[in-house]
C-alpha cells in the first residue's frame, strides 16, 4: 500500500506504528482488491482520502477513548471514515440516534441537530470501523478482504502502548474484536449494539458516557464533550 499511504499521508504518530504493516503482503492483497473493484465500477465507500479519517483526526498519543464500529455506511454520502458518523446534511442513521437518547438520558444532553461526529474525534475519541471500506449498497462487502487484521493491530497496539483508555464494546462483534485488551490497564465497557434490533436490550441505560468521564477524571484526563455543535439549518438527505 505504499501508493496509499502516500496519497493519503497517513498521520505521523500512526504511520510511524502501522506504516510496515501496510507493506504486508495480506494488504497488498486487499489494495489489489480495491483498486480491481474500482475498476469494475464499483462505488467504494468511503473516498480514498477518508478511508483513514479515524487515524488521521486522532492521533495516537491523543487517544483517551476508543469506539470499535464495524463496518461504514453503504448509503451514497453517509460514510466519511468515523464509525456511526455520518457527513452534515445526511439523516442520522437509527443506531446514531440511539446513541444520541442514551447520552440525553445519560447527561442531560440534548441531541444534535446532525450526525457527524468529528468534535468526538477531535477530543480524543477513535471512532475506529473494523473494516474500512464497503461497497454502495452492500453491506459487509469487504468483510474478509484484510481490514480486520490491520484493525485488530491498531486495538492491539493501543492495548500496549497505553494505560487508562476507555473502550466503549457494543454489541457482540466489537466485543469479540475487544478480546485481546487487558481490563488491569483500561476501562472496558460492553453492551447491546445501538442498533433498533438491539439498543432496548440494554444500550439504553447502560450509562457508558458518565462512566467514560468519570474513569477519564480519575486518571487526570479531561472528560469529553458528547454534546455536538449545532450544524447551519438545511434539509437533511435522506438515508440511500
Known sequence: ????????????SWKTRIGEYLQRDDMQQLSAFLRERKAQGARVFPPGPQIFAALEATPFDDVNVVILGQDPYHGVG???????????????????????????????IARPNHGCL??????????????LTVEEGRA???????????????????????EHLVFLLWGSYAQAKGKVIDPRRHLV???????????????????????TNRY?????????DWSLPAQAAGRAQPLV
Open 1 to 12: 500500500m505504499n501508493e496509499t499511504v502516500e496519497r493519503i499521508k497517513l498521520e505521523p
Open 78 to 108: 453517509q460514510a466519511h471514515g468515523l464509525c456511526f458518523s455520518v457527513q452534515p446534511g445526511i439523516a442520522v442513521p437509527p443506531s446514531l440516534d440511539n446513541i444520541y437518547k442514551e447520552i440525553q438520558r445519560d447527561l442531560g
Open 118 to 131: 468529528t468534535h468526538w474525534a477531535e477530543q480524543g475519541v477513535l471512532l475506529l470501523n473494523a473494516v
Open 140 to 162: 459487509g462487502a469487504h468483510q474478509g478482504k484484510g481490514w480486520e487484521g490491520f484493525t485488530d493491530h491498531i486495538v492491539d497496539l493501543l492495548n500496549r502502548e497505553r
Open 189 to 211: 465497557l460492553k453492551a447491546p449494539h445501538p442498533s433498533p434490533l438491539s439498543a432496548h436490550r440494554g444500550f439504553i441505560g447502560c450509562g457508558h458516557f458518565s462512566a
Open 216 to 224: 477519564l477524571a480519575q486518571h487526570g484526563r479531561p472528560p469529553i
